[in-house]
């Protein structure tokens, strides 16, 4: 598994905790950046993670912003990524099982990193169940 991870200034520290976790459990992971608390514009990092999943240059996609909606809603204007922005592990699994997310968008102003590892991990390792979701997911990029 190789995920894609990238974050703006408010999400940087977010980024980094979860980088040590990723690699805690040797799961092989790209960082787009940003590469320090300085003030960036979230866009410029949560492109190119989009593109990494995008293009299956990785499996999955992390972004980590102040409220986790500005890098859901770019990563979202590409056709095959599904960012899910997600504040609880329950949530996380429901994004992975329901709606193939193939994208987490975390809120660093508003969980704690423990609740960020979880919904990490709860991500990473729950499976879409498909049958009855599967056409609706189709349905996402219809017109796109």
Known sequence: MKIAIG???AGFEYKELIKKFLFSKNIEFT???THSSDS???PDFAHPVANSVESQDSNFG???CGSGNGVAITANKHKDIRAA???TTELAELARQHNDANVLCLPARFVSIETAQDMVNAFLNTAFEGGRHSNRVSKITAGC
């Open 62 to 64: 992390i972004l980590v």
């Open 31 to 33: 960082d787009f950046g």
């Open 85 to 87: 922005l997600c504040w």
């Open 40 to 42: 960036v514009d979230y």
């Open 7 to 9: 974050s703006d200034h």
